[in-house]
């Protein structure tokens, strides 16, 4: 559902539904966290799950690897409060920087990344699969 509000604009439905199986659904996050090392700080308002953000520790720096809000909870600070959660986590696991990938066009999240902090280092288009590609922008923060 969050990954449909985010991407509507930016990619095909067959896209988003793809990479929402291949790195969204339960099977994919269960596996990022069982063998790949990944860690999910999740979001709610009382008993309802209004976002999370996916991070994994790499040897000198933090891959956020993904956070997102649901969109009726975007402009309230949340996404603040995480990006500051993914800081005292590497910060504590002893990273120099956070790392992660954004969409080229996805202006809004790019935005809120620069005013936190992070510069843009690279641009890759990644295949997926399927005839689909990520095309991004590698963002860095320093610690």
């Given at each position: 559902m969050i990954w449909h509000e985010y991407f509507v604009s930016l990619l095909s439905k067959e896209q988003i539904d793809y990479m929402v199986e291949k790195f969204q659904s339960y099977d994919a996050i269960d596996r990022a966290i069982k063998e790949e090392g990944y860690t999910y700080f999740l979001a709610y308002e009382e008993q309802t799950l209004i976002g999370y953000m996916g991070v994994k520790l790499e040897e000198k720096r933090l891959f956020l690897s993904k956070l997102y809000l649901r969109k009726d909870k975007r402009g309230q600070g949340l996404a603040s409060i995480l990006l500051q959660k993914a800081v005292d986590y590497a910060i504590v696991?002893?990273?120099?920087?956070?790392?992660?990938?954004?969409?080229?066009?996805?202006?809004?999240?790019?935005?809120?990344?620069?005013?936190?902090?992070?510069?843009?280092?690279?641009?890759?288009?990644?295949?997926?699969?399927?005839?689909?590609?990520?095309?991004?922008?590698?963002?860095?923060?320093?610690l």
């Open positions: 696991n002893g990273k120099q920087s956070i790392y992660l990938t954004c969409n080229k066009y996805n202006q809004h999240s790019l935005d809120v990344y620069h005013r936190k902090g992070f510069y843009d280092i690279d641009a890759v288009v990644s295949d997926i699969g399927h005839g689909f590609v990520m095309d991004d922008y590698i963002l860095q923060k320093d």
